[in-house]
């Protein structure tokens, strides 16, 4: 059985990071151990007056113990944190369970739609850039990549900007970035990966649903993080994710009222799991 370690926060209402990351990896029959990195009430999505509780201080006292109890991971893959300090912590935690079998997997969960999520500064992303340098595989939005690249946001783009995009993010020092989000016209959307070895690109698309909706990168991650640990092709790894996260924004569709804050991602797992086992 495969082992997966996720850190990031809990969104206790909201659906969104560990709340989505933990049954989305145990459903692909894989083990999932967390490092809660901060506790708030609610995601900072839409939501006014959340609790924050900053667990950045227990990260070492966890990584000692498990290092006590000799603790192996086949892949480590992070998302939402908190703070310049945290990225710093989570990055010995990679130096100390990095192993030459293991995967690290960064999702630098700071913006969207052209802008960072409340309460980031460029001071985070310099650090988040950082961390970057140290994953296997990293997952940004375009939003992301343009502040991890110090370049304007775009959303209109051909393949050969993409690829110079991807060519930049291997610069940073990621082996293989990931790209979500990706359109080159209104038809379609799905994501892109850039393997600097063999100088490839791979796409996977479905069709476009225009919308957004709360917590589909954390999904998207999420089954990324899953289908590469139990060793899926890059190209199946993207098919399985866009695959699942359009499944799951499709489930929403209906319900977008009441289901502003998130999506309905609990009635497509029966699906993921038959991805999986394909
Ligand atoms: O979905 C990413 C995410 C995770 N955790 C928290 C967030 C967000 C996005 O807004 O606010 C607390």
């Not at 900007?161 to 799905?190: A, N, W």
Request: aromatic share 12%; hydrophobic share 40%.
């Amino acid at each position: 059985m495969k082992r997966i370690v996720t850190i990031q926060d809990v969104s206790c209402f909201g659906k969104c990071s560990l709340t989505v990351a933990l049954p989305i990896i145990s459903a692909m029959g894989i083990e999932t151990a967390v490092i809660p990195t901060a506790v708030l009430s609610t995601h900072t999505g839409g939501f006014e007056g959340y609790t924050f509780r900053d667990l950045t201080n227990d990260i070492p006292d966890i990584a000692a113990h498990w290092k006590s109890l000799d603790l192996k991971f086949d892949s480590i893959y992070t998302g939402y944190l908190g703070s310049k300090e945290q990225v710093r912590i989570v990055s010995d935690f990679f130096d100390d369970f990095k192993t030459p079998d293991n995967f690290i997997v960064v999702d630098p969960a700071m913006a969207d739609s052209g802008r960072l999520y409340a309460g980031f500064t460029d001071d985070f992303v310099d650090e988040m850039k950082k961390l970057c340098a140290k994953a296997d595989y990293m997952i940004p939005n375009m939003t992301e990549a343009a502040f991890l690249l110090g370049i304007p946001y775009t959303e209109s783009y051909d393949e050969e900007y993409l690829k110079d995009i991807m060519k930049r993010l291997t610069e940073l020092g990621c082996r293989l970035p990931v790209l979500t989000g990706v359109h080159f016209d209104s038809e379609k959307q799905g994501a892109a990966a850039y393997d600097a070895e063999s100088d490839s690109m791979y796409y996977s698309f479905r069709e476009n649903i225009d919308c957004t909706v709360h917590g589909t990168g954390d999904i998207f991650a999420s089954v990324f993080t899953g289908a590469v640990t139990l060793g899926k092709s890059i190209q199946e790894t993207l098919d399985i994710s866009v695959g699942f996260t359009a499944d799951c924004i499709e489930a929403t569709l209906p319900h977008m009222k009441e289901m502003w804050y998130s999506t309905c991602f609990e009635s497509c797992l029966g699906k993921l799991i038959e991805y999986v086992n394909k």
